[in-house]
Structures are given as C-alpha cells and as structure tokens.
C-alpha cells in the first residue's frame, strides 16, 4: 500500500521533470534562448506541477488515486478532443479535394523570395500603421505602395497577390478615372480584402452587383482604424465624384487601433483642425518615397517572421502530442478575454469621428452608410451577445447620429445555422470568399432598400 502511494507521487514527480525538459530543450536548446518570452509561461507551468508533485507525497494514498484517476480523465479528453479537432480543420487535405491543388505552405517572405526572382518590382508594402507615432516620418501614409505586384496574405490556401492602384491602393487602377463613383469604401485589412484575390473582395463583388460602369474606389489598409479612416476620407473624397461612402467597422480590433492613433503626432491633427490635410493626393511622390525607403525594414521582419516559424513548425505527431488543435480552440480563446483591454471609453470619440465622416461626406454630396462587421472570436466559443465588443452600444451610437446602419451580424451571421463556415476552413481569420460574397450581398441590397 505504502510503495502503491509513493508510486503514484513518483509517476507525477518524473512527469513533471519530464515535461521541464522538454520546455527547457525547446527553448534553451532548439532556440538558443531567443524565444525565452515564449516559453516563460511553460516553464511557470512546469515548476508549478513539480511543487504540486512533492506535495502528492504527503496526501493520502485514497486522494492520490482519485486525483490520478481525474487526471487520466483529464487527459483522455483532451486527446480525443485533438483527434476531433484535427478532424474537422484537415485544411491541407479540404484545398486539395477541392481545387486539386496544394496548399502554399510558404512563409509570406518564402513566397516573396521566390516570385522576387521574376518580378524584381514585387513588393510587401507597409501598411499605415507601420508609421506609428514616429517623429522622424514627415507623413503618416494612409495607401501602400503605388502601381506595383503587392503580396497580402494566405488562410484559404493560396497568397492574395494584386497590382495595386496609382496611390497603392488594391483596386485596378482605371477605377480613379472613371468621373462617378458608385461605392467609396474605408476599413481595415478585411476592406483592403484579406485574404482573397480582388474580384473576390468586398470592392471586387460590388463591381459584379452594381448594373452600371461607375466606379467602386476601395480605400481599406491593413490596421486602419476610425482616425485613420476619417483621415482617408479627408485626403481622397474631395477629388472624386463619389455617390456612397461605406465606413466599415471591424469590431475586434478597431476601438484598439482608435487608442493608438489618438496618441499619433500627425493624425491627432485631422480631430484639432477641421482644415488640416496632409495633400497626400498632391504629395504621391513623396510619400511613396517614404514608403518605398522602408521596404528594406519590411523584408527583414519578414524574414525573422518566416525564420521563427520554420524553426516552430513540427511535424503531424508532435502537434497531435502536444495538442495544438485544443490550445488553440480553447486556450489562446481565454487568452483573447484575459488580455483584452476594454475601450468602452472610446465610444465617445468613436461617435465624434463618425459624426465628422458623415458631415464630411454630406459636404461632398456623398451619401453615408455605416457596416457593423462581426469577427471570428464572436463565434468561437459563444461570444454571440449584446455586450461582446460593446456591439449594441456602437450600433446605438451610429443610429443616435441617424446613420444608416447595416448590421451585418443581425442580417446575416445570426441567420447562418453555422457562422464558422464564412471564415477559412472555419478558423481564426478573415472571412473567406463565400464570406465576402455574403457580406456583399446583403450590403448591396439593404443599400439599394434604403434608396428606394
């Protein structure tokens, strides 16, 4: 009975020792230490279930079996939630039935890399929010790189790559010639169209919809946020003819980005002085000097991002082994909820830059529509309600400002049996092309409602 007891207290002891070496391996070793950040929390983890182990030393040998039992459990739950999960999301083997192609498995800087061989002018273009409070930047760009390949990004199996625009924006460039203006749209990367090709965008299928030759401008950037779409109105929509401006707001990160760009030293000016502007129009040249000479820092956080994620890639078993698919389902969610910052407070501005659009754009004789966009972590694990990212409250605000508001969750999402299929191979991202397409549908339609 006594040896039964020490056993078990030696099975937890050896385990626990055994899961230390293998994070200090991983880290100490297979990185060289540079990834001790990363690892900090593992090793947190492992000298709390050695400590826990010596304590299993002076428990009864009834509570030890117990606890054992409860941990098998624990376990066997968690692996056969793995193969579950691993089961659901073969995202490899899904792209492959489907286009009869393999998925590109290539880093962003891979790819960049290889197509560089035959088109030098290819680029990865630094987005806005590369230029952060910076005193040393004499502008805060709003576009990316003019009238050059632009690589974007990969969920659904394949890089979105386009050419972008005369101010390095992802439209076809005939687009900034056409006299009228059908749909000017700012947002963030899911406006710009991650991660899809551009008659796939939101922009692209609006193209398809519309019954008429005018023109559909898409002004999204990467990590734009309301200052930065309101600054993009105040630079561009005076210059053309535009019918409807479609704000698009992304609730799962634009309030954070809001929080930053009130502290920029530039963009700040745009909520001080009604009459301030940048001249990005008049200025093109310069700023796609500033852009073009941070290309250099581009290249080289990719490839420390692409040398970071050869050296973390495993194999199928070791992924299966140390339970990706559930860490990333359940524990990278909780971490979203634990770390999220509340930004409630930023309603009000959020309401000033809105109100200021929209006048902005009724100056102009532009017509304003404002599009509540939900993300995935509303849907992952329950999140669906009035308070998640403070949804109804903005949606209130619009309305108290008699904005037209489409929201896209209330008229779609909700309606959708389930809302993970709008997103790649119903995982963490953007939406996918279905997604897109959905969203634009219920967008043009609802528009087209509201003018009649």
Known sequence: MKNTSRAISNLFLSISFLFLFYVIYRSEIY?????????FKYYVLAFLSIFISFITYFISKIIKINLLVFLI???LGLYLT???LNSKHKKFKIYKNF????YDKRTKFRIYSDLKKSDPNIVISPPPIHFSNNINFDYAPLSGIANRTTIHCNENGYYSIYQSDRYGFNNP???WNKKQIDYLLVGDSMIRGACVHEPNTISGNLKRLKKNKKGVLNLGQTGNGPLRQYATLREYLPFKNVKRVIWFYSEGNDLKELNDELKHLILIKYLKDPKFTQNLIIKNKEVQKLLLSELSTIEEKERENSLFEEKIKRGPLVNFLILKKVREFFLDSFLIKVKSHNYSYLTEDLKKIINLSNQLSIENNSKFYFIYLPLYERFQLNNNNEDFKDYKKIVKIVESLNIPVIDINKELFDKVKDPLTLFPFSAHG????KG???VTKIIYEKINDLER
């Open 430 to 433: 953007h939406y996918n092309v």
């Open 82 to 84: 793995e193969a579950f």
């Open 99 to 102: 286009t009869n192609k393999d």
């Open 31 to 39: 990185h060289n230490g540079d990834e001790f950040r990363f690892y």
């Open 173 to 175: 460039d005939q687009e």
């Open 436 to 438: 897109y397409e959905l």
């Open 73 to 75: 459990s624990i376990v």
